[in-house]
Structures are given as C-alpha cells and as structure tokens.
C-alpha cells in the first residue's frame, strides 16, 4: 500500500490469522502455547499494533478472563483436529488476546479491539462495557488500548475510554453506518471524550472507494460538529484546529509511535 501510494504504510498484525497459521503449521497440543507466542512476537517485530476481533468473535457473552494452562492446552486439542476452520473456541481467543498482550508490553505496542456489530455474516456483537475488566488488568501493563468501530454502542466506548488513562476510539466504521447522521455521533463522542483519545480511522477494506469515502464522511462529520461549536461560541477557531489536529493525526501519531 504504501509503494502504490507513495506514502508510508505501517502494518498492524492480525491476531487470528497469526493463530491459523499455527494451527496449520503441525505444533502439537502440549506446544501450542509456545508456538503462538513464538510466532506472535516474530510477526509482530516490525507492526506498530496489534488487532483482533476476539471480542465479536465470542459474542455479547464475551468474558475476557485469562484461560488456565490446561484449558488452554484441552482446547488446543480439539482445535488441532480440525486446524483448517476459523478460530472460534472461546478459550483459545482468549488465550490468544492475553498472549497478545505480552508480546504487545514486550515490544512496546498498542492493542486494536474490534467492538459493536460485525458483517451481517458475522457470529455476534460485542458492547465495549464489557472490556472494562480487561482495560483494568491492561493498565499496569502500560499497553495502549484502542476500541474500533463500536456502532452502535459509541457512548458505552467513550466512557470506557474516558474512565482509562490508557483506553482509546477509533469509531471509522460507526460513521459509514451513521453516514448523513456522522455529525451527531463524532458531536457526542466530543462531548464525552477527552479530545486526546479520539483517533480517525477510514476501516476501509476491499474497494478503494471505501476508503475515500469514509474519510470524507469523517471530515465532513468532525467539520459540522466544530462548525456547531463556533456558531453557538462554545469553541475558539483555534480550540477547534487544535482539536481538529489531533483527532485527525496527532493522536494517532503519538499512540502508535508514528
């Protein structure tokens, strides 16, 4: 992407796909731990994050308590049995989120959850409230946290974010659902999230087009939503090109080491 652009690219590791290349690979039940971490951190060297659907995966009644090494290694059986399947065993995803979370401390990374409503295809949803317990246990790990998409649930997203230092949003995909309605939700994640912890993200995928197309629905969102702000004199033109900055690089920039 960044050759054809012309620009700088960045990759951000995939979690799952990581796990599918080791189930794939022949490890047994007993080395399945130390294969996922090996392989993890080797991926994972020169990424500036790490992502992961763990959380749509397991679905509303997702508990993100770390797994037992026993479970972990029953599970890791089963699942090696049939390796060609996508993971969805509720243990291994979150063995997997946890050992992510090691090798992102390691390496000094950031960790991107998938939140809210997945593709119509997709196995569940998940409400970023449910996250609170894990954002907790992540804190004296100093590992950035970062909710994506979160539609619909953006304002249960915005406290969890609000109530951690460490706790980000990237709601990319809450603005292609909302679209003519993006003003309002980047307006209410405004008012109530700290302005450092908002983060712009296209999640544009397949087509180019997506990417354009939710880039400029975020712009004409946050422009609308500052424009309100200085019509009503609530904000200062250079309060709103501060915040502006921010939301649109600046943050990113800083939580990812850009």
Same mark, same amino acid.
């Given at each position: 992407?960044?050759?054809?652009?012309?620009?700088?690219?960045?990759?951000?590791?995939?979690?799952?796909?990581?796990?599918?290349? +080791? @189930?794939?690979? #022949?490890?047994?039940?007993?080395?399945? !731990? $130390?294969?996922?971490? /090996?392989? *993890?951190?080797?991926?994972?060297?020169?990424?500036?994050?790490?992502?992961?659907?763990?959380?749509?995966?397991?679905?509303?009644?997702?508990?993100?308590?770390?797994?037992?090494?026993?479970?972990?290694?029953?599970?890791?059986?089963?699942?090696?049995?049939?390796?060609?399947?996508?993971?969805?065993?509720?243990?291994?995803?979150?063995?997997?989120?946890?050992?992510?979370?090691?090798?992102?401390?390691?390496?000094?990374?950031?960790?991107?959850?998938?939140?809210?409503?997945?593709? +119509? @295809?997709?196995? #569940?949803?998940?409400?970023?409230?449910? !996250? $609170?317990?894990?954002? /907790?246990? *992540?804190?004296?790990?100093?590992?950035?946290?970062?909710?994506?998409?979160?539609?619909?649930?953006?304002?249960?997203?915005?406290?969890?974010?609000?109530?951690?230092?460490?706790?980000?949003?990237?709601?990319?995909?809450?603005?292609?659902?909302?679209?003519?309605?993006?003003?309002?939700?980047?307006?209410?994640?405004?008012?109530?999230?700290?302005?450092?912890?908002?983060?712009?993200?296209?999640?544009?995928?397949?087509?180019?087009?997506?990417?354009?197309?939710?880039?400029?629905?975020?712009?004409?969102?946050?422009?609308?939503?500052?424009?309100?702000?200085?019509?009503?004199?609530?904000?200062?033109?250079?309060?709103?090109?501060?915040?502006?900055?921010?939301?649109?690089?600046?943050?990113?920039?800083?939580?990812?080491?850009?």
């Amino acid at each position: 992407m960044g050759r054809l652009g012309g620009a700088a690219a960045d990759e951000i590791v995939r979690l799952e796909s990581v796990e599918e290349d +080791v @189930a794939r690979g #022949g490890t047994t039940a007993a080395g399945y !731990l $130390a294969a996922l971490e /090996e392989h *993890l951190s080797a991926r994972a060297a020169g990424a500036v994050a790490l992502k992961t659907v763990v959380a749509r995966r397991c679905g509303p009644g997702f508990d993100p308590a770390r797994p037992s090494r026993g479970a972990v290694i029953a599970a890791a059986g089963r699942r090696l049995a049939d390796p060609g399947r996508p993971l969805d065993h509720p243990v291994l995803l979150r063995h997997l989120l946890w050992t992510a979370t090691a090798v992102a401390r390691e390496r000094g990374l950031s960790l991107q959850i998938s939140t809210g409503y997945g593709p +119509v @295809a997709g196995p #569940g949803h998940c409400d970023p409230a449910l !996250l $609170a317990g894990f954002a /907790e246990a *992540l804190g004296p790990a100093g590992v950035p946290l970062v909710l994506l998409h979160c539609h619909p649930f953006h304002r249960q997203a915005a406290h969890l974010a609000a109530g951690f230092p460490h706790v980000y949003l990237d709601a990319g995909s809450a603005l292609i659902h909302c679209a003519g309605s993006a003003a309002g939700v980047v307006g209410e994640l405004l008012d109530l999230l700290p302005f450092h912890k908002l983060m712009f993200g296209s999640h544009g995928r397949g087509v180019a087009e997506t990417c354009h197309l939710a880039a400029l629905r975020f712009r004409r969102g946050l422009g609308r939503a500052l424009a309100d702000r200085l019509e009503q004199g609530k904000w200062s033109a250079p309060d709103a090109a501060r915040v502006a900055h921010m939301i649109g690089s600046d943050n990113a920039r800083r939580v990812y080491r850009l």
